[in-house]
């Protein structure tokens, strides 16, 4: 090889070593951009997935907790506590979870009323000491959901299980037997005694004597005051003589009205128990919290449809610094919205005791009812969110189930004898005896107990049927949920047992 062979390859090697990296420059720039491109592509695949429909609920499991449906969303609205999960804990393929390290969504969880959240327990934290149940302190509340059988809950846990129970009925016996006892001291004031006379008919001695020891009106109040229900150390109830009565001193006087602001037990003429108070009405309850109803411990269960009013005023346990807080355990009997709202509207063509009594309903068909102003719609979601005028939204119905799903112990009217028996072992009120009572007398067929009339039936098929389902749709909804959360305690509840 000549010289300027060689001058020729080595100048061909240096411009080759010289070019290297540009082609690694170059190489890598191919790479970027085919990156960039895949990166636009999914991400452009991505924001379709967000802007899509979300699933209703998702699915959550803990150790020691039912696996229940949770109501969610993937994105963000006002009233919301929000956490964040990367798409790498979503997706099993390394390639994607890499590319999208840094993207974001956001689960929302939906927050319930803050009275309901501190004063109500999770349904499913159960105390399973034995030494500590006898001295817990949550109030069982039902939450009477009208014409879904909450009567027939009332009366059976007062005739079967014996318990003292808050609701309207203690207000009314109550006033019913001071008006007794007023009218009977009326007339025995009004009927003087007469003394014996003597032939010449003069009083004799032991007549003046009677006379003169004639008692006065102090005296006979005294000795026919009412007994008193308190509660010894036992928990146990026992009957306490008359109240001791002071004569000539005005202040220590109570008048009928100031008397009936001390709560008691009052016992009806069949031996039902209850408290005088009403919970069922906003002022009976304000009443009742005024007069420290939370800390009586009288009640051994309430009944009210007014959830939020009564957990904030009657239950104490917001207070975290009060070690002797009250809290509820909230149970409810559930029926579907539409059967439960026409069976509203016969019952109240004649119920005129009610204060939603209308007499115009008495010429009206259900028909009528359904297109009219007055029809009742969404009634158990506007209740557990407080929201019970004005428009409401589908966030709304993910609030009511969130507080069923954490906070309901569920029952149904169509599986009434299911529920009792959930109702009995999940409280622990009473014997095998009581809940043999309950089932015979109020859950089985051919019972009679309920309350329960006969009306005639909407065909689900008609135009009625349909507009009294689409008023009440978030609550058909909400029925539907309690349906499955019925399926997933009693399988939670039986396991615990």
């Known amino acids: 090889v000549d010289k300027s062979g060689v001058h020729n390859n080595i100048m061909i090697m240096e411009l080759q070593s010289s070019s290297t990296p540009r082609r690694i420059l170059s190489t890598i720039s191919l790479i970027l951009a085919a990156t960039a491109w895949w990166a636009l592509i999914a ?38 506590t929000t956490t964040t999960m990367t798409t790498g804990d979503v997706n099993q ?27 109500l327990m999770d349904w499913d934290n159960i105390n399973t000491n034995t030494e500590t149940t006898t001295n817990n302190k949550d109030l069982p509340i039902f939450w009477h959901i009208l014409k879904s059988g909450g009567t027939t809950i009332k009366l059976m846990y007062a005739q079967c299980y014996y318990l003292v129970e808050a609701c309207e009925s203690g207000v009314l016996i109550d006033e019913s037997q001071k008006q007794q006892q007023n009218q009977q001291s009326q007339e025995q004031l009004q009927q003087p005694r007469q003394p014996d006379l003597l032939e ?9 004597e009677q006379q003169q020891n004639y008692p006065k009106p102090w005296e006979w109040m005294q000795q026919h005051q009412p007994q008193q229900l308190q509660l010894d150390d036992n928990h146990e109830r026992r009957r306490l003589g008359p109240m001791p009565y002071t004569p000539g001193e005005e202040d220590t006087q109570q008048s009928p009205q100031q008397e009936n602001e001390q709560l008691h037990i009052v016992i009806s003429e069949d031996g039902r128990k209850y408290v005088n108070v009403d919970v069922t009405t906003p002022e009976g309850i304000s009443r009742a919290s005024q007069l420290g109803f939370a800390s009586s411990n009288l009640a051994d ?17 917001s207070n975290n610094n009060n070690s002797n807080g009250h809290k509820g355990r909230l149970f409810a009997v559930f029926r579907h919205p539409v059967e439960r709202v026409v069976s509203i509207f016969y019952y109240l063509q004649g119920a005129t005791w009610e204060p939603t009594y209308n007499p115009e309903y008495a010429q009206w068909s259900i028909d009528d009812y359904a297109r009219s102003s007055y029809c009742e719609s969404n009634w158990m979601v506007r209740s557990l969110t407080n929201k019970m005028t004005g428009p409401l939204t589908p966030d709304d119905i993910l ?3 969130e507080v069923l799903r954490r906070k309901c112990l569920v029952g149904l009217m169509e599986g009434m004898e299911e529920s009792i028996m959930r109702f009995h072992s999940y409280f622990g009120f009473g014997d095998d005896a009581a809940l043999e009572c309950s089932l015979t007398k109020f859950a089985r067929k051919g019972s009679g107990q309920s309350n329960s009339h006969s009306h005639p039936v909407v065909d689900q098929t008609s135009e009625t049927w349909a507009i009294l389902a ?3 749709g978030l609550d058909i909804r909400l029925y539907e949920y309690a349906q499955e959360l019925f399926e997933e305690q009693g399988k939670w509840l039986k396991k615990e047992n």
Do not use: C, W
């Not at 991400?43 to 449906?69: E, W, Y």
């Not at 010449?200 to 003046?208: A, K, L, N, T, V």
């Not at 269960?301 to 346990?317: A, C, K, Y």
């Open 43 to 80: 991400s452009h695949g991505s924001n379709n997935n967000v802007a899509s429909p979300p699933p209703q609920s998702t699915t959550r499991r803990s150790k020691g907790r039912p696996h229940l449906r949770r109501p969610s969303r993937i994105r963000t609205i006002a009233n919301q």
């Open 93 to 119: 393929s390394h390639h994607r979870r890499n590319l999208f390290a840094n993207i974001q969504l956001e689960r929302t969880t939906y927050k319930i009323p803050h009275v309901i959240e501190q004063n």
């Open 301 to 317: 269960v309430m009944f009210t449809p007014l959830l939020i009013e009564s957990t904030t005023s009657l239950l104490d346990g």
């Open 399 to 401: 609030i009511a189930k």
């Open 470 to 472: 689409q008023k009440n």
């Open 200 to 208: 010449d008919g003069q009083p004799s001695s032991e007549g003046q």
